[in-house]
T-cell receptor
Framework: AQSVTQPDIHITVSEGASLELRCNYSYGATPYLFWYVQSPGQGLQLLLK??????LVQGIKGFEAEFKRSQSSFNLRKPSVHWSDAAEYFC????????????FGPGTRLSVLP | EAGVTQFPSHSVIEKGQTVTLRCDPI?????LYWYRRVMGKEIKFLLHFVKESKQDESGMPNNRFLAERTGGTYSTLKVQPAELEDSGVYFCASSQDRAKNIQYFGAGTRLSVL
């Protein structure tokens, strides 16, 4: 079945450590790809997006993500995590690049240790 | 510029009652989307408006759910009668350019059906 997977339900890292959140999708064509973050009491905030072109995309708050077609992946990274990054992170896909609606992964909850 | 606003932020009702959720999109955004996240599950698409017209309502779970967007501005999502399984967080999003489909999300309404 076509889907978006985020293998890690919960990740805990120490402040200052590097971070990688995984996202895989199972759609045949290259979809539009997004990462959103939800902090407690807040809405979903767009971190970054990939439509085409350079496979390494930069986002807000020091995040970046790399699209790897061969692995159907769009992993999110940050070199040094801050305590304020504790939140839930969602990978989302628009399957056919136009007109379809978002398909979300299940989310990864990030905890940051002081 | 105001973002997507939703209210109430939290609603607690009893099974069989009616609840109406409201979403005010970003001004000028013709596209309005409703999503739902049931406890522990993925965020799921419910429906999509373009202005006042329903473009896609394939995600609506059943006929107890009624969405409207009179005048193409704010939208309401009514659940009547509410069932226990309707509990979850209901998100609204809006976008201006559907081709690139960058959706801006509200903080959500947490619905608890007792």
């Amino acid at each position: 079945a076509q889907s978006v997977t985020q293998p890690d339900i919960h990740i805990t890292v120490s402040e200052g450590a590097s971070l990688e959140l995984r996202c895989n999708y199972s759609y045949g064509a290259t979809p539009y790809l997004f990462w959103y973050v939800q902090s407690p009491g807040q809405g979903l905030q767009l971190l970054l997006k990939y439509f085409s072109g350079d496979t390494l995309v930069q986002g807000i708050k020091g995040f970046e993500a790399e699209f790897k077609r061969s692995q159907s992946s769009f992993n999110l990274r940050k070199p040094s995590v801050h305590w304020s990054d504790a939140a839930e992170y969602f990978c989302a896909v628009v399957p056919d690049n136009y007109g379809q609606n978002f398909v979300f992964g299940p989310g990864t909850r990030l905890s940051v240790l002081p | 510029e105001a973002g997507v606003t939703q209210f109430p932020s939290h609603s607690v009702i009893e099974k069989g009652q009616t609840v109406t959720l409201r979403c005010d999109p970003i001004s000028g955004h013709d596209n309005l989307y409703w999503y739902r996240r049931v406890m522990g599950k993925e965020i799921k698409f419910l429906l999509h408006f373009v202005k006042e017209s329903k473009q896609d309502e394939s995600g609506m779970p059943n006929n107890r759910f009624l969405a409207e967007r009179t005048g193409g501005t704010y939208s309401t999502l009514k659940v009547q009668p509410a069932e226990l399984e309707d509990s979850g967080v209901y998100f609204c999003a809006s976008s201006q350019d559907r081709a690139k489909n960058i959706q801006y999300f509200g903080a959500g309404t947490r619905l608890s059906v007792l």
